[in-house]
C-alpha cells in the first residue's frame, strides 16, 4: 500500500521569494506518476505538476519545479517568485499505471501563506 | 479549458435521507471517480469508475453507496442513507486514461452537510 507524507502542515514565503515544499512516499511499485495538486480556498482541486517515475529529469511548470529523488522516495515542489496567488493547501499524491488508475493517495497537505 | 462540472454545490439533507450528487465528466474522457474531503482532513478515494462498471473502490466506499453513469454525459453518487459522518466535501474526477496520462480533472466539488 502506498502512504504520503507531508511534513510540513503549514509553511510561509514572501512574495517573490523561492520556497520548498516536502513529500516523501512509500510504494511497491515500479512505474508510478506523481503529482501536486493545489487547493485553493474555493477548495476545488488543481493539478501543479506531474513526474513520471521512470524520467530522471525533474519536471518543470513555469514556475514550479520538482526535486524527485527516486531512490529516497521523496518528491518535493520548488515555487520560485512566489505570487499572492498561490497561497493555498498543497498535496502530494502519487499514482500508479498499470493498476490503481486514478487511485491517487493524498498526503495531508502543506498550507501555504504568502506574505505581500 | 474543459471542465469537470458538480451540482449541486451544497447540498444540506437529514440523516437517513438518500442523497444523489451529481457531476459531469469532460466529454472524451473514459475514466471517472469520487473522492471525498473530510473538513481539515486529506483527499481521500471512493471509487472509479470505467466502462459501466467499477474498476476499483476504497475501504470507504462500503453498500451504501453506489455510481451510476445514467446516459452519456452524467456521472452520480448515491449514498442511501445519509449518516452525519458523510458530511464532507465530495469531488468528481474524470480522466483520459491514456496509458502513461493520469492527469485527473477534478470539480469544484459538493459541500454535503448531514444534520
Known amino acids: 500500500a502506498q502512504t504520503v507524507t507531508q511534513s510540513q502542515p503549514e509553511m510561509s514565503v514572501q512574495e517573490a521569494e523561492t520556497v520548498t515544499l516536502s513529500c516523501t512516499y512509500d510504494t511497491s511499485e515500479s512505474d508510478y506518476y506523481l503529482f501536486w495538486y493545489k487547493q485553493p480556498p474555493s477548495r476545488q482541486m488543481i493539478l501543479v505538476i506531474r513526474?513520471?517515475?521512470?524520467?530522471?529529469q525533474n519536471a518543470t511548470e513555469n514556475r514550479f519545479s520538482v526535486n524527485f529523488q527516486k531512490a529516497a522516495k521523496s518528491f518535493s515542489l520548488k515555487i520560485s517568485d512566489s505570487q499572492l496567488g498561490d497561497a493555498a493547501m498543497y498535496f502530494c499524491a502519487p499514482g500508479s499505471i498499470g493498476g490503481s488508475q486514478g487511485n491517487l493517495i493524498f498526503g495531508k497537505g502543506t498550507k501555504l501563506s504568502v506574505k505581500p | 479549458e474543459p471542465e469537470v462540472t458538480q451540482t449541486p454545490s451544497h447540498q444540506v439533507t437529514q440523516m437517513g435521507q438518500e442523497v444523489i450528487l451529481r457531476c459531469v465528466p469532460i466529454s472524451n474522457h473514459l475514466y471517472f471517480y469520487w473522492y471525498r474531503q473530510i473538513l481539515g482532513q486529506k483527499v481521500e478515494f471512493l471509487v472509479s469508475f470505467y466502462n459501466n462498471e467499477i474498476s476499483e473502490k476504497s475501504e470507504i466506499f462500503d453498500d451504501q453507496f453506489s455510481v451510476e453513469r445514467p446516459d452519456g454525459s452524467n456521472f452520480t453518487l448515491k449514498i442511501r442513507s445519509t449518516k452525519l459522518e458523510d458530511s464532507a466535501m465530495y469531488f468528481c474526477a474524470s480522466s483520459e486514461a491514456v496509458f502513461g496520462n493520469e492527469k485527473l480533472f477534478f470539480g469544484s466539488g459538493t459541500q454535503l452537510s448531514v444534520l
Open positions: 513526474q513520471e517515475a521512470y524520467k530522471q
